[in-house]
Structures are given as C-alpha cells and as structure tokens.
C-alpha cells in the first residue's frame, strides 16, 4: 500500500535565518574588538598643518611606527606586545628585521607633544641606523576654525 501525502510538497529553497543570525552575532564581534585593535600607546600628539600620508603607500603594508611618551620610553607596534617599554637595542634591531623584509616599509615616529626634542631624535636616529632611508612624524590636524553664518 503507498502513502499518498496530500498537499506536501518538497521544499527547495534555503532557508537563510539562520545565517543571518550568525552573520549579525558576527558583526557585533567585530564592532567590539575593532576599537581594541587601535588602540595604542597614550601620546599627546603635537598639531600641525601637515599633508597627509598618501593612501596607497599605505595599501600594501603597515607602517612602522616608534611612539615615544611624555617619558621618553620608546614603543614599537611590531614584533611583540605594542604596549611594552623598549630599549633602544631592540627598537633597532625590531626594525632591522622588518625593513629587510620590505624596505619599502613606511617609518614614522609618533612623539607626544611634551617629549624633549633631543629624545625625538635619538629615535630617530635609531630608525636611520636600523635601515630606514625616510622618517616621517605622525601629528594631529590643526583645529578647523568655525565658521560662522551670517543673518
């Protein structure tokens, strides 16, 4: 005897809550951990009117970046913790093995503003003994003045 289903028929489409679902969960994740990725040594940046870094040297690599405090302790966002004090040795020799790797690399130094001038340069001057050919400073845009509408 066959059993004859009435008014069944198969289904042929996917249904796509569930993956919706993951895919939001998912997105939250990153929401919260991104701003934690950025996060980086507190520094004091100083302002200045400067151009900035063009985007597509910036495409194919990260940058990288010396950050000196208000100390003049010297972090370096490659090769281990980004939050950890460095000796100077270990800056050059970070930067070394990086740049030659790829000596197209960006090197910048991101100083805070109440940092003495000399320290800046023995950090750079360290970059430039590791291998890099060009510097740059990381600073924050001058404040935009307000515009005013007139009545």
Known sequence: MASVTKGRRLMGEINVVPYIDVMLVLLIIFMITAPLLTQGVKVDLPKAGAEPLDPEMLKNTIPIVLSVDKEGRLY????????????????????????????????????????????????????????????????????????????
């Open 76 to 151: 370096l966002n490659i090769g281990g913790n980004p939050q950890a004090v460095l000796d100077p040795d270990v800056v050059a020799d970070r930067t070394t093995v990086a740049l030659r790797k790829n000596p197209l690399t960006p090197v910048l130094v991101k100083a805070d503003n109440a940092v003495a001038y000399g320290r800046v340069v023995q950090a750079m001057v360290i970059l430039q003994k590791a291998g890099a050919k060009k510097v740059g400073f990381i600073t924050d845009p001058l404040p935009q003045p307000a515009t005013h509408r007139g009545s």
